[in-house]
């Protein structure tokens, strides 16, 4: 490997007096400040809608700034000329939030199809054998023959990285890159970027995980509303100070106070369920558990362990194959209109999936649960669309969702705000149960802490709520008891278990 | 049999072109079932500048032409401008319609010629070889082209960095984009060449098949090569044998119609479409399409 003869680069990347406006007069960046150095790991952290995402994509060359220059590898740019190629060109690598790899397609493939440098012919060995250097100089452990859609999600953003680094990247972008790992890859994610650093790349990690941002940081910038608040050495910084520049507020610890046991009958038992999976790994086999009224069991495990299909049995678009489904004592059909009669509710863990619907108003939405029998908005199949926006209206109020127009479509709010409207409809009708699946995925801390804030109060006022989750952190902090879904079956989490222990459980580790 | 099988390869030529045209569009993540139109516009121009020439040849890049415009009209709209891609090809194939009528009707006033087709041109010593000669080496240059296309994509989908990229694009658009393709370039392309494939499989028509050109007579074979397409589960080898079966149905329809003299020959003419219909419902459940196939590409819209 032939060896850059001229001084390395002081700074991968400088942005300076970003700006941006999808709409004038809002600007989404307002002259903005970057400065990225050659073998740093540079955390940009922010809530949704901060804007961070926004300007990777122009520093990716997807979206042309309004105002700003940039600086890549101590070289201007001309904004005018900047493509997503000509970015990959001048090293910058993007691993997208969304994996951007084809899922269709094997790892060598994905690897190959994008190099500028392919020729007429795709020779599969000579792909494969370029891969497997890429992948024992920088140290990155994938499957190189398999396809993208069936390796786990870890295995795929090291894919990702892999593909960067093949086109010669020298800064790495990575976009909130741990929402879909578990701890355990996480930290192997941790150990490669350093290594990476160590090796005079830079790396731009988005996030808006306080805790990670002090694991793998250097440096962090903190944007807020469009505007970069600070830039500082990650050990200048705690986690509660960093999160009081990304909020511009204080975010006080949880408060969960003990609770008495219930001696009333149990708010949801499942009883010996079992249920097709998607996938071998996936099928239920004997669920059974009890939750009392008041309570939050939390139930953690890594995706694709069976927590799609537990949720769908119990919100009535799975059929078991055996088992019951008690709610408040009483044997239910599990169907989702008997379900929601009886008193389950359901908060849906593909949010714009099956539990929104993105083209649809806040008034819509807000409605359509009920849209069979709900009186208030339909007398003999016509619509009350004047009650509807009041109710709408209403809930966006109360619940601070912005904006509190009832004729927005959902596809027009954040994903914070979006998922407010979400909770405040299921927790409307004063559900006994509440079933939660990873209710705060991708939302930013402000958001995140609304949700956790309205599940404790369900539990406070006697509700029952099942949380679904991968996120351990949010399991650990809400839950009363904890068990774990692993390999379609439920696996006994002691009191008192800490991370680490969980994670054995989860990996079915455990001594047994 | 030597006979069914030689018709069956035969009528299964126009198809495999077209098929195998509408392919590498598909695998780029475009439907264009303005196919039919096209297919027409190519089946017109042929014989109208082979009437005109006297060329057949001619008549062959005549009907290329055609199908390349008939392309440029689908690409602009469907994929620069981003309209929905079947409403835009059911334009196309509506004023192909249209147009190739008036064409004919002001051309030849309701009394064609007769065009100069392209003559078998059987290959010495294999067009005598039992049972498979006729069908496969005593042809006209078209089925010999259509079998040397469906080598030609083949490799290119698997083995050129073209074919890799344009299954990318078709695949994930977003991911491509991101990987500095011009997601827009491949698909106009793709759209370009598949198009003036389905020209020449048009001209096969009036070139070969017959000689002269009648209103709207592709009858629905662009959409058979649609069908063919998903049957052949987006290979192309796939496609291969898929235009064989239809060919073959479609041959098989000759024979009993000339044979059954009660049934009313139209319930012969459902017959291949049937046959198609029942196969891809049966057997096209488990086939995976393109995964951004019909879909316009579209940077994000702004997010935070």
Known sequence: ?512 | MEALLEASVRLAAPLLIAALGELWVERSGVVNIGIEGTMLSGAFAGFAAAVATGSPAVGLVAAAAAGCGVGILFATFAVVRKLDQIVVGMAVNLIALGATGLGARALYAGNPPAAPTLAALPVPGLAELPLLGPALFAQTPFVYAALGLAVVVGLGLSRTGAGLRLRAVGESARAADAEGIAVDRVRFRAVIAGSALAGVAGAVLTLSHSDVFTEGMTAGRGFIALAVVIFGRWSAGGVVGAALFFGAATALQFRLQARGAEIPYPVFLMFPYLVTLTVLAVAGGRARAPADLGRPYRREAPAG
Not at chain 1, 23 to 39: E, F, H, I, K, W
Not at chain 1, 66 to 89: M, Y
Not at chain 1, 121 to 135: I, N, Q, V
């Open chain 1, 1 to 512: 490997m032939p060896q850059a003869t001229s001084r390395p680069a002081a700074y991968a990347a400088r942005l300076h007096g970003v700006s941006k406006a999808f709409v004038p007069r809002r600007p989404v960046l307002d002259g903005v400040d970057l400065a990225v150095r050659a073998g740093e790991i540079h955390a940009l952290l922010g809530e949704n809608g901060a804007g961070k995402s926004t300007l990777m994509k122009i520093l990716v060359g997807l979206l042309r700034p309004d105002a700003g220059s940039i600086s890549l590898a101590d070289a201007p740019v001309d904004l005018d000329r900047f493509t997503p190629a000509e970015a990959v060109r001048r090293g910058i690598g993007m691993v997208h939030q969304v994996s951007a790899l084809v899922p269709a397609m094997t790892v060598v493939e994905n690897l190959a199809f994008g190099d500028a440098r392919a020729g007429l012919w795709f020779h599969p060995r000579r792909a494969r054998r370029a891969a497997e250097r890429l992948a024992a100089r920088f140290q990155l452990e994938v499957s190189l023959d398999r396809r993208v859609e069936d390796l786990a999600m870890g295995e795929r953003q090291r894919a990702e990285i892999l593909r960067a680094l093949g086109r010669g990247a020298r800064l790495l972008i990575l976009d909130e890159p741990t929402s879909v790992l578990t701890p355990r890859e996480a930290e192997a994610l941790f150990a490669s970027l350093r290594g990476l650093r160590d090796a005079g790349r830079a790396v731009i990690f988005i996030s808006h995980k306080l805790s990670e941002v002090e694991a793998v940081a250097d440096r962090v910038t903190i944007l807020r509303q469009g505007k970069a608040t600070a830039s500082l050495s990650a050990r200048e910084a705690d986690a509660r100070e960093l999160g009081r520049l990304m909020l511009g507020r204080d975010v006080p610890p949880l408060e969960r106070p003990a609770r008495t046991p219930s001696v009333a009958a149990p708010a949801l038992e499942i009883r010996g369920l079992c249920a097709p999976g998607l996938s071998e790994a996936s099928r239920l086999r004997e669920i059974d558990l009890r939750l009392d009224p008041g309570e939050i069991l939390g139930i953690v495990g890594i995706d694709g362990n069976g927590q799609r299909e537990l949720e769908e049995v119990l919100a009535g678009v799975r059929r078991p194959t055996r088992g019951d489904v008690c709610v408040g004592g009483r044997r239910i059909a599990p169907r989702p209109r008997a379900l929601r009669a009886a008193g389950l509710a359901h908060l849906s863990g593909d949010r714009d999936g099956a539990g929104l619907i993105s083209a649809f108003t806040l008034a819509e939405n807000w409605i359509l649960k009920g849209s069979h029998d709900d009186r208030r908005f339909f007398r003999r199949g016509w619509l009350d669309r004047a009650a509807a926006r009041r109710a709408a209206r209403a809930a966006a109020e109360r619940f601070g969702i912005v904006p509190a127009d009832p004729d927005a479509p959902i596809a027009s709010l954040s994903g914070g705000n979006a998922q407010k409207l979400a909770v405040a409809r299921e927790l409307d009708g004063d559900p006994s149960v509440l079933v939660a699946v990873n209710p705060t995925r991708g939302l930013d801390v402000g958001s995140a802490r609304f949700v956790h804030d309205e599940l404790l109060a369900r539990r406070r006022s006697g509700g029952a709520v099942l949380l679904i989750s991968t996120d351990l952190d949010e399991v650990l902090a809400l839950s009363d008891r904890i068990t774990a879904l692993v390999r379609g079956a439920l696996a006994a989490v002691p009191p008192g278990s800490d991370r680490a222990a969980i994670g054995a459980i989860l990996l079915g580790e455990a001594a047994a």
